[in-house]
Nanobody, 121 residues
Framework: HVQLVESGGGSVQAGGSLRLSCVAS????????MSWFRQAPGKEREGVAR????????YYADSVRGRFTISRGDTKNTIYLQMNSLKPEDTAMYYC???????????????WGQGTQVTVS
C-alpha cells in the first residue's frame, strides 16, 4: 500500500521561499517518477516539476523554471520542492504524485498525497 505524505506548505509574502517535502512509503517499483502538481481554486491541476529515477531526469513547467528546484533526499522515496521568488499566482494546493513512469497527465498518476496549501500574498 503506497502512501505519499506532503509537508512544508504555508503562507509567505511575495518574493519569499518555501520548501515542500514528500515522503513515499510502501513503494516497491524499480523505477519511480515523483511529481509535484498544483491546483488553484477554479483551475485545473497542473504539473509543476517531476523527477524520474533511475537517471534523475528532471522536468519543470515554464511557469516555475528558474524559481523552483526539485530534488531527491537521501532516500529514493523522499523529494523536495524548493520554491524561491514566490508570486501570488503560485498560490495553490500542492500535491505530490508518484508512479512507475512519468505520465502525460495528472489523472494518469496512480498515487497521490493529500496536498499541502501554499499561499503567497
Amino acid at each position: 500500500h503506497v502512501q505519499l505524505v506532503e509537508s512544508g506548505g504555508g503562507s509567505v509574502q511575495a518574493g519569499g521561499s518555501l520548501r515542500l517535502s514528500c515522503v513515499a512509503s510502501g513503494y516497491t517499483y524499480s523505477t519511480m517518477c515523483m511529481s509535484w502538481f498544483r491546483q488553484a481554486p477554479g483551475k485545473e491541476r497542473e504539473g509543476v516539476a517531476r523527477i524520474f529515477s533511475p537517471g534523475e531526469n528532471i522536468y519543470y513547467a515554464d511557469s516555475v523554471r528558474g524559481r523552483f528546484t526539485i530534488s531527491r533526499g537521501d532516500t529514493k522515496n523522499t523529494i523536495y520542492l524548493q520554491m524561491n521568488s514566490l508570486k501570488p499566482e503560485d498560490t495553490a494546493m500542492y500535491y505530490c504524485a508518484a508512479d512507475d513512469y512519468c505520465r502525460s497527465s495528472a489523472r494518469q498518476f496512480k498515487y497521490w498525497g493529500q496536498g499541502t496549501q501554499v499561499t503567497v500574498s
